[in-house]
């Protein structure tokens, strides 16, 4: 199969939209989160989407199908959540190891079936980790601003057992993603390269932060040059922004990394800013027009969507980027 790094140089490669929108349209209760399995589990499972790898693995599947039907060249895992820091809402730290294979399996099998239909058009699988519903640098309690409700080491070893199953269910890259605090990242980052050197493999790592507001700052208060610096001493695929904000509003953001990094630069924004509901209104012939902008500009290389996109959202983003040349990367890479 063609190396991703290669495709990057030739065109740009589009990723998925969001798994949590279309696993709404699923309508799916209590007892479709717990399946035969959970039945007895003694806490309540409903909204553990990553839990659905387990119960509902046909919908997984599906969802990954439409994407690629769509035109998406990378499908994200379900394993946004998929941390022991994050799963222990639901007391399910055990299951950890598990979900994460198993939801890397299901999206290989099927990016594999699409691969093997176009072999001109490889399609990958990106281990998704998200940022854990902890921070590190920032305390909860505003009252003691010297605690810390994790630490450094806890979320190094978290992170550890979540990239060791995704890589051995079968992703081919991983993907840091929704980066709200930097430090987080960077435990992610570390035991990426804990895991790289013990088993002496290389892997392709793609870094997304989270502008949370107009200011331009991640939560955490770094601006966008600030957190590309940030995590530039570690060797990766590409570095870009998700979710939060709209594709209209990231265009400074992507126009600041653009212009400073040697890495590939990716954007998977959302459809648009939440209504009044927290429900999002941009269509996808809206939001591909904002990223045509990204492309005439020569701003990315990688683009998809988050929250709110669909399969209709990543068709109409495909066409429009088909027409463009990716963003130049350095001969040096």
Known sequence: MQKIEDILNERILVLDGAMGTMLQRYKFEEEDFRGERFKDWPSDLKGNNDLLSLTQPKAIADVHRAYLD???DIIETNTFSGTTIAMADYGMEALVYELNYESARIAKQVAQEYTEKDPSKPR???GSMGPTNKTASMSPDVND???RAVSFDELRKAYKQQVEALLDGGADLLLVETIFDTLNA???LFAIEEVKDERNIEVPV???GTITDASGRTLSGQTAEAFLISISHI???SVGFNCALGAKQL???LEVISAKTEFATSAHPNAGLPNAFGEYDETPEQMA???KEYAEKGLVNIVGGCCGTTPEHIKQIAEVVKNYKPRLLSVNR
């Open 124 to 126: 990958f699988v990106a």
């Open 70 to 72: 769509a035109g998406a």
């Open 235 to 237: 060797p990766i695929l």
């Open 206 to 208: 793609m870094v997304s």
């Open 186 to 188: 960077k435990a992610a």
């Open 145 to 147: 601003p010297g605690y």
């Open 251 to 253: 265009v400074p953001h």
């Open 289 to 291: 027009a904002q990223i």
